[in-house]
């Protein structure tokens, strides 16, 4: 069940940088390492919705249905062009002060949570690859997808906020330099533009 193809392939999965990175890493080196660890915390919960619905055979009904697709692909490049949006504008996001600022947890979980909820990649991810390791003449294969998720979830964790750390690391150097700070908000609120428009062309 849970084998070493498996791990690694979901290990690959996780650590490919994509919009739960990218906001784990921009909320480190703005927040600092509590903050960044509380939305790697908020882009893992956002999983169990896609989990819940793959377990119910919901995912089944969005993948067939083309339109459940592509209205949540739409609110999830909405949900990121806003991002974008925001962090170019937030000119003070990885200052000196940004600490002293400190976003409320509930707001770096929430945005964690539906930055994965927004993302039909997910559903789509557990309907096609979970169901390959699980043994169908299993006495209890639900039990099965529970573990193989819970252990793609505890990955996810663990990754997310040592990618918050490593750029915790790195805030230092940020703070101290208002030009490396202009780049990197300019940087991060293109890629959050750039994944909005790979996921807006993207196909079922």
């Known amino acids: 069940m849970i084998s070493l193809e498996f791990l690694l392939t979901c290990a690959v999965v996780v650590v490919t940088p994509g919009a739960g990175v990218l906001y784990t890493v921009s909320t480190g080196l703005s927040q600092g390492r509590a903050a960044s660890a509380w ?19 919901l995912a089944a009904v969005m993948h067939a249905g083309a339109l ?8 999830g490049v909405l949900y990121l062009l806003y991002l974008a949006w925001a962090t170019w504008r937030d000119t003070s996001a990885f200052g000196a002060d ?11 979980v929430g945005k964690g949570v539906l930055l994965n909820l927004l993302n039909p990649k997910l559903t789509l991810f557990f309907l096609a ?7 169908p003449a299993a ?24 990618y918050g750390a490593l750029a915790h690391g790195f805030r230092q150097r940020v703070i101290a330099s208002h030009a490396v700070q202009n ?4 940087g991060f609120a293109a890629a959050f533009a ?8 993207s196909e079922r």
């Open 129 to 135: 690859f979970l169901p390959q390791f699980i043994d």
């Open 39 to 57: 939305a790697a915390l908020g882009c893992t919960l956002g999983i169990v919705p896609h989990m819940a619905a793959t377990a119910l055979g």
């Open 98 to 108: 940004a600490a002293g600022r400190a976003r409320p947890v509930r707001e770096l």
């Open 139 to 162: 006495r209890a294969p639900m039990a099965q997808f529970g573990a193989l998720s819970a252990v793609f979830m505890a990955m996810t964790l663990v990754v997310f906020v040592g």
């Open 194 to 201: 750039l994944m909005a428009a790979r996921l807006a062309a």
């Open 183 to 186: 780049r990197l908000r300019r």
């Open 68 to 75: 459940a697709f592509q209205v949540l692909k739409a609110a």
